[in-house]
């Protein structure tokens, strides 16, 4: 059976962690942090997302961040799937990298964006990458040095967490003074689990959970007050029912193509011939963006129902549009 599609609420602050498969370390070389953070301005800078906070540890990386233009699934896609052709590449590996999909928790980011933003950048002292405080202000695998204006990262939004504790001078000077006093705190289990169970696949599997009515567990996947659980969770259920309308016609591959053909007036033959022309370029590109997202079927079904290499999805989906829009379109049976 397929995956569920994730679901996303664009404009909501996400806290992301991503870790090596058996524990393997994702990251071996500078080289190797240096193409992902890369990688992470790369999303920045096309205001895809918006990066506040990130850690990368041997074998796992934190991400805070807040969805704009583009879906978080879309964003952590394109992501860590470059990445991981690089680093295969780099050392000569094959295979999955990550372990299963990446984690992601809403957050209140009213209650918890300082904490959130401390308990990630302290990730490099508690692991023992850096040896003391003096040593993380000078980390570049972290944005605290950003923070604090050591390292110049454009990309990463430090006026926006520096509002959190002053203007200018004086924030950066709380934000350390916070930073020192979380030292001795330890680790906050209900940050990233404990307390407030760790996402276990992220809004799709939230909607699975609430569709077998475990309400606790559900909830427990979003950090925040009871009125900001409440009004996600309500948010998340007009989106579901929108995507539970997707009627079992559309469940097939072949009809969603047709209904594709249909509204850009191409013929499954175009569609599958590898043209290059405009219309068919953006007629595939649809079909990859509503295969994969409303459909939750793979790249790879996708790129060989199309007769196209799995990068070529890829590349479709994660510059299609919003996936509100595509529901509008093909929320319906292909022959209405």
């Given at each position: 059976m397929p995956r569920l599609a994730r679901l996303d609420a664009p404009g909501v602050l996400h806290h992301v962690m991503g870790r090596g498969i058996?524990?393997?370390?994702?990251?071996?070389?500078?080289?190797?942090?240096?193409?992902?953070?890369?990688?992470?301005?790369?999303?920045?800078?096309?205001?895809?997302?918006r990066i506040y906070a990130w850690a990368l540890l041997s074998n796992h990386f934190h991400l805070l961040c807040k969805t704009q233009s583009k879906p978080l699934a879309s964003n952590m896609r394109k992501l860590l799937t470059g990445y991981v052709v690089n680093f295969n590449r780099r050392h000569k590996r094959h295979g999955h990298l990550f372990q299963n999909r990446y984690k992601s928790i809403v957050c209140?980011?009213?209650?918890?964006?300082r904490e959130l933003v401390r308990y990630i950048h302290?990730?490099?002292?508690?692991?023992?990458?850096?040896?003391?405080?003096?040593?993380?202000?000078?980390s570049p695998w972290s944005g605290h040095s950003a923070l604090i204006g050591n390292r110049k990262r454009e990309w990463q939004d430090t006026d926006y967490v520096l509002s959190?504790?002053?203007?200018?001078?004086?924030?950066?000077?709380?934000?350390?003074e916070f930073i020192q006093e979380g030292i001795p705190l330890g680790r906050k289990s209900n940050l990233v689990g404990g307390e407030l169970?760790?996402?276990?696949?992220?809004?799709?599997?939230?909607?699975?959970?609430?569709?077998?009515?475990?309400?606790?567990?559900?909830?427990?996947?979003?950090?925040?007050?009871?009125?900001?659980v409440q009004g996600v969770l309500s948010e998340m259920d007009e989106f579901a029912k929108e995507n539970l309308r997707l009627p079992p016609v559309t469940k097939d591959l072949t009809a969603l193509a047709q209904k594709v053909c249909t509204l850009n007036k191409l013929t499954l033959e175009e569609?599958?011939?590898?043209?290059r022309r405009p219309p068919v370029v953006k007629a595939r590109g649809e079909l990859s963006q509503a295969g994969v997202q409303l459909l939750g079927l793979s790249g790879a079904e996708i790129?060989?129902?199309?007769?196209?290499?799995?990068?070529?999805?890829?590349?479709?989906?994660?510059?299609?549009?919003?996936?509100?829009?595509?529901?509008?379109?093909y929320g319906k049976s292909p022959d209405k």
């Open positions: 058996e524990k393997t370390n994702i990251f071996i070389t500078d080289e190797d942090r240096e193409d992902f953070v890369s990688r992470l301005a790369e999303l920045a800078e096309t205001q895809a997302i209140q980011e009213e209650n918890y964006l302290l990730n490099l002292l508690r692991a023992g990458r850096v040896k003391d405080l003096q040593e993380l202000n000078r959190f504790f002053g203007e200018g001078r004086k924030g950066i000077k709380k934000y350390l169970l760790r996402s276990l696949g992220g809004w799709s599997a939230v909607l699975a959970s609430r569709g077998r009515k475990e309400k606790q567990l559900a909830d427990a996947r979003i950090l925040g007050d009871r009125e900001f569609l599958r011939s590898g043209s790129a060989r129902y199309l007769g196209v290499t799995n990068s070529c999805v890829t590349r479709a989906v994660s510059s299609g549009e919003k996936l509100s829009d595509l529901i509008k379109r």
